[in-house]
């Protein structure tokens, strides 16, 4: 079996001066606000989301502080909860939504099928004008006095209550979530219809596999999503009664369609995340997925159970006991797909060759985190522990063990993976291990004393607490400072390894899939030629005994 | 308390059953975390990269695993379900002997009203080894009622009564927070409840109060002028009330509905919602008229007028017993 047939000698200019990649084919401001390029929009997307990602941290970092004391000393109450409400809304609309399948799915995904760009490449950058419309919406409201609601939005709370921007905050939201429509849209089309020749459905990387389930999620759980904070902006601002009971509305009515989005959300902030990890596992382990079938369709099998368990948000919010079995029951079955993956990841490490490279690193501590964060959804779907601990302190520890442990670690890894690829240099070895460590230390520290103080009784969204909970609260925000510089770390050595860091070759880990088969940074086309795929995913053993002969020979 | 719990005060009948499953969920997902925490650490380590040790072996774990981590977990989850909804449906069964409290929730305080008229802010009041039931409905916005101590917790609506209930097991004082966001003000929404002896108990009782919960609804029955149509005999415009309490009603519309407490208050609120059989739509509209405190005490009275012929005077008639069909949607029966 030949491993590749794709031309993989440099691309030398004529002049013999300089190899012409997507980086440097074209020069100016306009070339890149106006790029079709994927790769280009990638990196449009991958300073967008950086930025949002600090401002969501420095927020979070208030909190913390402020959160040091149990007496509300440092900020008002209101400036506490449009601090909260504003790193939620940021982090998950701005941040995690669209961080993996924007930046790496839009960069890595055509290649990987062997394709020369997206479906729809106006589209694709159409989606970065619509993300940065929202966005620049969010940041309209953080300057002209923020928010109040909390990212969840609940009336008659945010319809009839609060006096800050929730009109505008919602309408951002609401146009970004069209970004992440259109995203999903190019995906699940570019996947179907321009895969390379020989390029099946079972050869496909599971970093697709999991972006197309992500994208069946987007384009079926957004729209609800829309459609809520559309009744909600025209209860706010026309009066319409549709979930103030006072305007005969039900408030419940709207937790359910906003779970019925926000649900699936949590799915479309993970499943990348599993992706990145896929792909990582299998690199850093020269091995090939153990159960590839079975990872592959436990990402449907989340994609579609993840609809079927909304209401597990409101075991205490007002729905009959029946129906919070039925709920509790579903959620209980979501939580074997993600099992699957766990178990498939840790077996594919057995007799693997095993690297501790920097991403690496990152995928063990994501599997370790999301374990943890996986297993406490077990504790929030058995209703009689539910009670006691929602809207406490656990489901903040809980839902950042996924989302912090679980797609920031995975992003993390992916950064770190595919950074050679995406600017042609290496990033410092050693600083990134240093950094994996403190992240993980730091993470660790932070959220884990939560769990503790919230089974206590610490309610979430306090802006002042009992005296007794103060000294998992200081555990919390030491936590929270070493994550800040666990963070910080990649920010600098990155930038630096954009002019110092050591020339990456066409595939420095001697991992396997098409992206590694292309020049680093890859030609403005991705490939001097078509590839045809003659090997399975992830087929190690016969790539590497290639390799091994090419270079013997 | 102690500076630094890492474990709540376990004060109610249903807390160690709450502590058990939590418990119990600690050890299986701890063991299973562990688990595969020393199982990563054992190959990452063992099979680290070495010279000797590039290439991957081709030596696949055997694929009857796959089935196993499929269908093992799927058990233990489904047990994880079973204990949890078994132990919820102890905190959702009002037992039939519960004192009844009412709650009022509101931007930012927590009023609680009891039946022989004594009322609080930011307290509750209660006997320890006696079931309590709360009947509750917020002001404004969604607020949640939890008692940390009792492990139970419930959200307040703004548009109907809901119940829960707890029995203290061990006297003190514990706390009472909001567990639902609701504006500025959220973490100052907190209070205490105190578990007093029995005897204690009914000496706080027989302190000052303006008479009981019910005597002061039938004022308001007359004030808003509900006893010009509603009369005790069949002749008034209205539905005799008197002993309708936890009876079923027919309506027009030929569905039957039961005398509960979110039917009442939606009759007062929106009485057009359901007509009672052989009635017509005369009764005016109090949504917005009636404060929550008081269509608490109106309920307090119309679930007390006794049945035509029955002993009882109204207005003193003690609120100790509840029947079972009081249970608002969310309790089983």
């Given at each position: 079996m030949t491993t590749t047939t794709v031309d993989d000698a440099p691309f030398i200019e004529p002049s013999?001066?300089?190899?012409?990649?997507?980086?440097?084919?074209?020069?100016?401001?306009?070339?890149?606000?106006?790029?079709?390029?994927?790769?280009?929009?990638?990196?449009?997307?991958?300073?967008?989301?950086?930025?949002?990602?600090?401002?969501?941290?420095?927020?979070?970092?208030?909190?913390?502080?402020?959160?040091?004391?149990?007496?509300?000393?440092?900020?008002?109450?209101?400036?506490?909860?449009?601090?909260?409400?504003?790193?939620?809304?940021?982090?998950?609309?701005?941040?995690?939504?669209?961080?993996?399948?924007?930046?790496?799915?839009?960069?890595?995904?055509?290649?990987?099928?062997?394709?020369?760009?997206?479906?729809?490449?106006?589209?694709?950058?159409?989606?970065?004008?619509?993300?940065?419309?929202?966005?620049?919406?969010?940041?309209?409201?953080?300057?002209?006095?923020?928010?109040?609601?909390?990212?969840?939005?609940?009336?008659?709370?945010?319809?009839?209550?609060?006096?800050?921007?929730?009109?505008?905050?919602?309408?951002?939201?609401?146009?970004?979530?069209?970004s992440s429509i259109l995203t999903g849209l190019n995906f699940l089309v570019t996947t179907h219809r321009m895969r390379a020749p020989g390029l099946t459905w079972f050869r496909l990387p599971l970093f697709v596999w999991a972006m197309y389930a992500t994208s069946i999620v987007i384009m079926l759980a957004t729209p609800v999503l829309a459609i809520t904070l559309v009744l909600l902006m025209v209860e706010r601002v026309l009066g319409v009664g549709i979930f103030d009971p006072a305007l005969g509305g039900d408030p419940v009515l709207y937790q359910h369609m906003f779970w019925f989005y926000s649900h699936p959300a949590v799915y479309i902030m993970i499943l990348p995340g599993m992706a990145v990890i896929s792909e990582c596992v299998a690199a850093f382990t020269r091995k090939k997925i153990f159960g590839y079938k079975f990872v592959a369709f436990s990402s449907l099998a989340i994609a579609f159970l993840g609809f079927l368990v909304w209401a597990h948000h409101m075991f205490v919010a007002g729905i009959s006991i029946y129906s919070a079995m039925i709920f509790s029951f579903l959620s209980m079955l979501v939580a074997v797909p993600s099992a699957i993956k766990v178990f498939n990841w840790t077996a594919t490490m057995y007799k693997a060759s095993v690297s501790w490279q920097t991403p690496m690193l990152y995928v063990l501590g994501f599997i370790g985190l999301f374990t943890i964060g996986g297993v406490t959804g077990l504790f929030l779907g058995a209703l009689g522990v539910d009670v006691h601990v929602h809207d406490s302190y656990f489901v903040v520890a809980h839902f950042h063990y996924i989302m912090v442990g679980g797609t920031i670690m995975a992003y993390m890894a992916g950064i770190h993976y595919w950074w050679p690829k995406i600017t042609g240099r290496m990033y410092p070895e050693w600083w990134g291990r240093l950094s994996a460590l403190l992240v993980f230390v730091g993470f660790n520290l932070t959220f884990f004393p939560q769990f503790l103080v919230g089974y206590v009784g610490m309610p979430r969204r306090y802006h002042a607490y009992a005296p007794e909970f103060q000294v998992l609260n200081v555990l919390s925000t030491a936590g929270a400072t070493i994550l800040a510089v666990g963070y910080l770390l990649p920010m600098i050595y990155l930038f630096w390894s954009l002019k110092f860091g050591r020339k990456a070759g066409t595939n420095p880990w001697g991992a396997v899939g098409l992206e590694w088969a292309t020049t680093s940074p890859p030609p403005k086309e991705n490939f001097h030629e078509t590839p045809v795929v003659t090997w399975e995913a992830y087929d190690y053993p016969a790539f590497l005994k290639a390799m091994r002969e090419t270079q013997h020979v | 308390m102690n500076d630094f719990p890492l474990f709540p005060e376990q004060a109610s009948t249903v807390a160690p059953l709450v502590d058990a499953l939590y418990l119990g969920l600690v050890a299986?997902?701890?063991?299973?975390?562990?688990?595969?925490?020393?199982?990563?650490?054992?190959?990452?380590?063992?099979?680290?990269?070495?010279?000797?040790?590039?290439?991957?072996?081709?030596?696949?774990?055997?694929?009857?695993?796959?089935?196993?981590?499929?269908?093992?977990?799927?058990?233990?989850?489904?047990?994880?379900?079973?204990?949890?909804?078994?132990?919820?449906?102890?905190?959702?069964?009002?037992?039939?002997?519960?004192?009844?409290?009412?709650?009022?929730?509101?931007?930012?305080?927590?009023?609680?009203?009891?039946?022989?008229?004594?009322?609080?802010?930011?307290?509750?009041?209660?006997?320890?080894?006696?079931?309590?039931?709360?009947?509750?409905?917020?002001?404004?916005?969604?607020?949640?009622?939890?008692?940390?101590?009792?492990?139970?917790?419930?959200?307040?609506?703004?548009?109907?009564?809901?119940?829960?209930?707890?029995?203290?097991?061990?006297?003190?004082?514990?706390?009472?927070?909001?567990?639902?966001?609701?504006?500025?003000?959220?973490?100052?929404?907190?209070?205490?409840?105190?578990?007093?002896?029995?005897?204690?108990?009914?000496?706080?009782?027989?302190?000052?109060?303006?008479?009981?919960?019910?005597?002061?609804?039938?004022?308001?029955?007359?004030?808003?002028?509900?006893?010009?149509?509603?009369?005790?005999?069949?002749?008034?415009?209205?539905?005799?009330?008197?002993?309708?309490?936890?009876?079923?009603?027919?309506?027009?519309?030929?569905?039957?509905?039961?005398?509960?407490?979110?039917?009442?208050?939606?009759?007062?609120?929106?009485?057009?919602?359901?007509?009672?059989?052989?009635?017509?739509?005369?009764?005016?509209?109090?949504?917005?008229?009636?404060?929550?405190?008081?269509?608490?005490?109106?309920?307090?009275?119309?679930?007390?007028?006794?049945?035509?012929?029955?002993?009882?005077?109204?207005?003193?008639?003690?609120?100790?017993?509840?029947?079972?069909?009081?249970?608002?949607?969310?309790?089983?029966?």
């Open positions: 013999g001066t300089a190899r012409r990649n997507y980086l440097n084919d074209e020069y100016g401001v306009l070339s890149w606000l106006l790029t079709r390029d994927h790769k280009r929009i990638a990196i449009l997307y991958i300073f967008s989301v950086t930025l949002f990602f600090i401002v969501g941290g420095v927020f979070a970092f208030l909190m913390r502080l402020e959160l040091l004391t149990p007496e509300g000393d440092m900020f008002t109450s209101d400036t506490y909860n449009k601090l909260f409400t504003l790193h939620g809304i940021v982090m998950i609309f701005f941040f995690l939504i669209p961080a993996i399948p924007a930046v790496f799915g839009n960069f890595m995904l055509p290649i990987m099928l062997g394709a020369k760009d997206l479906a729809f490449p106006r589209i694709n950058l159409l989606s970065w004008y619509i993300y940065m419309i929202g966005g620049t919406l969010g940041v309209i409201v953080i300057i002209t006095g923020g928010v109040d609601t909390g990212w969840t939005f609940y009336t008659p709370f945010s319809t009839q209550y609060s006096n800050t921007k929730v009109f505008l905050t919602t309408l951002g939201a609401f146009i970004t979530g069209f | 299986i997902t701890g063991a299973v975390s562990l688990l595969i925490w020393i199982v990563i650490f054992y190959f990452a380590i063992k099979y680290r990269r070495r010279p000797d040790n590039e290439l991957a072996q081709e030596q696949e774990p055997p694929a009857a695993l796959e089935m196993t981590w499929i269908v093992i977990p799927t058990i233990v989850f489904l047990f994880i379900f079973v204990a949890g909804a078994w132990v919820f449906f102890r905190i959702n069964r009002v037992p039939s002997n519960a004192l009844e409290v009412y709650a009022t929730g509101r931007q930012w305080m927590w009023k609680f009203q009891h039946p022989t008229g004594q009322r609080e802010i930011n307290s509750l009041h209660v006997p320890v080894g006696r079931p309590v039931k709360i009947t509750m409905a917020s002001e404004d916005v969604i607020h949640s009622l939890w008692f940390p101590s009792f492990r139970v917790k419930m959200d307040v609506l703004p548009n109907r009564f809901r119940t829960m209930w707890f029995e203290a097991t061990k006297t003190g004082s514990y706390h009472i927070f909001c567990a639902e966001y609701c504006g500025t003000k959220h973490s100052g929404m907190i209070g205490t409840v105190v578990v007093m002896e029995p005897t204690e108990y009914q000496r706080w009782l027989a302190g000052g109060s303006e008479g009981s919960l019910a005597s002061q609804g039938e004022k308001l029955f007359a004030k808003y002028a509900c006893n010009t149509c509603h009369m005790d005999t069949a002749s008034g415009r209205g539905p005799v009330l008197a002993g309708m309490y936890g009876k079923t009603r027919p309506l027009v519309s030929g569905q039957n509905v039961v005398f509960d407490d979110n039917y009442i208050r939606e009759s007062i609120l929106n009485p057009t919602a359901k007509i009672a059989a052989g009635f017509q739509p005369l009764m005016p509209v109090f949504q917005g008229q009636v404060s929550e405190d008081d269509l608490i005490r109106l309920l307090s009275y119309v679930k007390s007028i006794p049945a035509p012929g029955a002993a009882q005077t109204p207005a003193s008639a003690p609120q100790a017993s509840a029947p079972q069909a009081t249970n608002t949607q969310g309790n089983p029966q």
